[in-house]
């Protein structure tokens, strides 16, 4: 891939400790923008800093903006991977359409990440669980404060060293399922990647928070009444021996993780069933045990076990509260999958080199 490198004067110093989520940035970032003439120019990897923005660019308006998440990870042969960046790469074309922004190509979106993740090889961290998180996202930057389709476009990749999600073993987490607000509707943008989604649900968030849960569980947007999914993860649920899991029709993100699980759960040999789950049927099935594990899944933590739901002042507990024996092999079977412990099957795992 050709692209210009512009050096910085110095490197930052690498973060001691506790890495956390989101909270340091390498040296480098990579951009090009995008004008309806030219196509995608300025191809360059930069120092990591400040993008000035004029008070009228449309993006701080109307928010055409999309993004994208994955990791780059230390693998224990002691090259460097990704995990499926092709399907992030579909992902973010799908994105592009709804939003009317301008698609990147699949192989240029997964060379800028590896021209990137190349040169910011000293920040992937080597500590068990440890990783490098790729944020590559576009957002409108004509300067106008006239409502249409931009014209012009920004695409920037950012790179965050991130810690061990559970350095201290998978803990369940409470849930607080929403019935008043909603996230995504039939027509809507709830299977796109996009801010002005994370922006909608923020409310249910903070409401979740302050009755003490940590995430929220979204209903359908017509009915409020079958479970979508869970905050940044898609949701999954074990009852009777069956993996039920929202389908992918439109108002639910279709993960990388939920794809990479569900191969997963048809190895082992569980039924999966993709279908419209009521919320009062998973509350009965919880009531009655029938309900064996609950889980989300996404990038960030993998997999996050459900151990209390929260639904109209009633509250049940998932497994007593305990993470499930399904829930720590699925964690097991795919983290070793990406740190390349084990053998690459399913040709998930790709090299940067
Ligand atoms: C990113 C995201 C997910 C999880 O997708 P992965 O590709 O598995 O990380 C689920 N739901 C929403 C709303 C998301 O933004």
């Known amino acids: 891939m050709k692209y210009e490198f512009i050096k910085r004067e110095n490197l930052k110093e690498k973060p001691h400790g506790e890495l956390g989520f989101g909270k340091y940035f390498t040296d480098y970032m990579f951009s090009m923008d995008y004008t309806d003439q030219v196509g995608w120019h300025d191809v360059k990897i930069l120092p990591y800093g400040d993008v000035n923005l004029n008070p009228a660019t449309m993006v701080l308006h109307?928010?055409?903006?999309?993004?994208?998440?994955?990791?780059?990870?230390?693998?224990?042969?002691?090259?460097?991977?990704?995990?499926?960046?092709?399907?992030?790469?579909?992902?973010?074309?799908?994105?592009?359409?709804?939003?009317?922004?301008?698609?990147?190509?699949?192989?240029?979106?997964?060379?800028?990440?590896?021209?990137?993740?190349?040169?910011?090889?000293?920040?992937?961290?080597?500590?068990?669980?440890?990783?490098?998180?790729?944020?590559?996202?576009?957002?409108?930057?004509e300067t106008s404060v006239g409502v249409h389709v931009a014209k012009t476009y920004k695409f920037l990749i950012i790179a965050s060293p991130v810690g061990a999600y559970y350095p201290q073993g998978i803990d369940?987490?409470?849930?607080?399922?929403?019935?008043?607000?909603?996230?995504?509707?039939?027509?809507?943008?709830?299977?796109?990647?996009?801010?002005?989604?994370?922006?909608?649900?923020?409310?249910?968030?903070?409401?979740?928070?302050?009755?003490?849960?940590?995430?929220?569980?979204?209903?359908?947007?017509?009915?409020?009444?079958?479970v979508e999914e869970v905050g940044s993860m898609n949701a999954m649920f074990v009852i009777d021996g069956k993996v039920i899991t929202a389908p992918i029709e439109g108002t639910v993100l279709p993960g990388v993780t939920r794809d990479s699980i569900?191969?997963?759960?048809?190895?082992?040999?569980?039924?999966?069933?993709?279908?419209?789950?009521?919320?009062?049927?998973?509350?009965?099935?919880?009531?009655?045990?029938?309900?064996?594990?609950?889980?989300?899944?996404?990038?960030?933590?993998?997999?996050?076990?459900?151990?209390e739901l929260y639904y109209k002042g009633e509250k049940v507990q998932v497994n007593d509260f305990k993470t499930g024996n399904l829930t720590h092999r699925l964690y097991k079977d795919l983290t070793d999958i990406q740190w390349a412990k084990v053998e690459d099957k399913y040709a998930w795992r790709r090299e940067v080199k």
Request: hydrophobic share 40%.
């Open 262 to 307: 569900l191969k997963l759960l048809e190895e082992y040999g569980y039924e999966v069933v993709e279908k419209h789950l009521s919320i009062d049927e998973l509350i009965e099935a919880a009531r009655s045990k029938k309900l064996t594990e609950a889980f989300g899944t996404g990038t960030a933590a993998v997999i996050s076990p459900i151990g």
């Open 62 to 141: 109307y928010a055409q903006e999309t993004f994208e998440g994955l990791k780059a990870y230390r693998g224990a042969d002691g090259k460097v991977y990704l995990f499926r960046p092709e399907m992030n790469a579909r992902r973010f074309i799908n994105s592009n359409k709804r939003m009317c922004m301008p698609i990147v190509p699949e192989d240029l979106f997964i060379g800028a990440i590896e021209e990137l993740v190349k040169v910011e090889e000293a920040w992937i961290p080597e500590k068990e669980g440890e990783s490098l998180y790729i944020r590559p996202f576009m957002f409108a930057n």
């Open 172 to 226: 369940p987490v409470k849930i607080y399922v929403e019935d008043e607000y909603v996230r995504a509707s039939p027509g809507g943008t709830g299977f796109v990647k996009c801010g002005g989604n994370y922006a909608a649900s923020l409310i249910g968030q903070a409401k979740a928070e302050e009755l003490g849960y940590t995430q929220v569980l979204w209903l359908d947007g017509v009915h409020r009444r079958y």
